[in-house]
């Protein structure tokens, strides 16, 4: 399989070789490292390892894993780099698409709906799946302990009257 260079990482196994299950130990080289640090928004990507676990489930199959890493993000108020160290479970259901007729098209998504992710062409994309949970293990407003946010002070609202009256003299005379 060739890598989708469009997505940062990409690792793709296909259902017939799953079989009774399989596990794998991802670990980019410095390159994917770079491309996902670009497409999280981060300082730097040192280390990222998933430990993955595919076997069949109720339904289809069970992803289970491990994330690990060491980056770092930005302050988002002070713009200096924010260490972090992840180490994070997940457990993600997999299923195929079910056999529909072709006027059978509506589908009906719901927020609080968690249903598995559906399998598409046959392929697995462990790559993704790990790079999606690194994703989601990142504090969305990194923020160094103690920073503080100050806001700045309102400028005054300028009414047309002031203009005016900024035009006036002292004695009373208008400006020439």
């Keep these: 399989m060739t890598p989708d260079h469009r997505l940062p990482f990409s690792e793709v196994v296909r259902i017939n ?34 430990e993955l676990a595919l076997v069949p489930g109720r339904a289809g199959w069970t992803l289970n894993g491990r994330v690990t ?29 079910p056999e529909r007729e072709p006027d059978e ?19 697995i994309d462990l790559g993704q799946y790990a790079v999606e949970q ?13 920073a503080e946010f100050v806001q700045p002070d309102e400028p005054a609202e300028i009414s ?8 006036r003299t002292p004695g009373g005379d208008e400006k020439s």
């Design 69 to 97: 890493a060491r980056l770092e993000q930005v302050c988002g108020i002070t713009l200096e780099p924010l260490p972090v160290v992840i180490d994070e479970a997940f457990s993600v259901e997999l299923v195929e698409p």
């Design 17 to 50: 070789e799953i079989g009774a299950g399989l596990t794998r130990t991802l670990v980019p080289d410095a390159a994917a490292r770079a491309r996902i640090a670009r497409a999280l928004d981060l300082g730097s990507l040192e280390m990222f390892e998933a």
């Design 134 to 146: 690194l994703a989601l293990t990142l504090d969305p407003f990194p923020r160094k302990p103690g």
């Design 105 to 123: 098209v509506e589908i009906e998504i719901t927020l609080d709906d968690d249903a598995p992710d559906v399998i598409e062409d046959g392929r």
């Design 160 to 167: 047309p009257f002031a203009v005016l009256k900024a035009l």
